[in-house]
């Protein structure tokens, strides 16, 4: 049994310099949907082909190639992140909320590659 229920979504998240430029390249070039700028957030998030996939575009300075992180939503984060670190699992600092939006959490696999839990906010 898993420790934590996800639900049937799932956001790739990726580093970019210019989400705007880099949102109209995936929709020209792979025919992805805009959903959203959230430009207090630094972020952009995409419609894929891919049923319950969005792909998620955060703004840095230096974005690094192949730092792309599966985001699982879940219904209640805390919880969930409680269950987590009941099991040993680790996690990259507090959780971050950005209010009527999102909170998130960043943790690990035994490989120390980074994994983040997402719950949605905005009562969609």
């Given at each position: 049994m898993p420790v934590v229920n996800l639900d049937h979504t799932l956001t790739l998240a990726m580093s970019v310099r210019d989400r705007h430029r880099s949102a109209d390249w995936y929709v020209d070039k792979l025919g992805f949907t805009l959903l959203h700028h959230i430009d207090e957030a630094g972020w952009s998030e995409l419609a894929t082909k891919t049923e319950g996939v969005t792909l998620g575009l955060g703004e840095q300075t230096e974005p690094q190639p192949g730092n792309t992180v599966p985001v699982f939503g879940v219904a209640d984060i805390e919880a969930d992140r409680k269950k987590l670190e009941a099991a040993g699992v680790k996690f990259d600092g507090p959780t971050d909320t950005v209010e009527g939006m999102v909170?998130?959490?960043?943790?690990?696999?035994?490989?120390?590659?980074?994994?983040?839990?997402?719950?949605?906010?905005s009562g969609k």
């Open positions: 909170s998130t959490a960043t943790f690990y696999d035994p490989d120390g590659n980074a994994l983040m839990l997402a719950q949605d906010l």
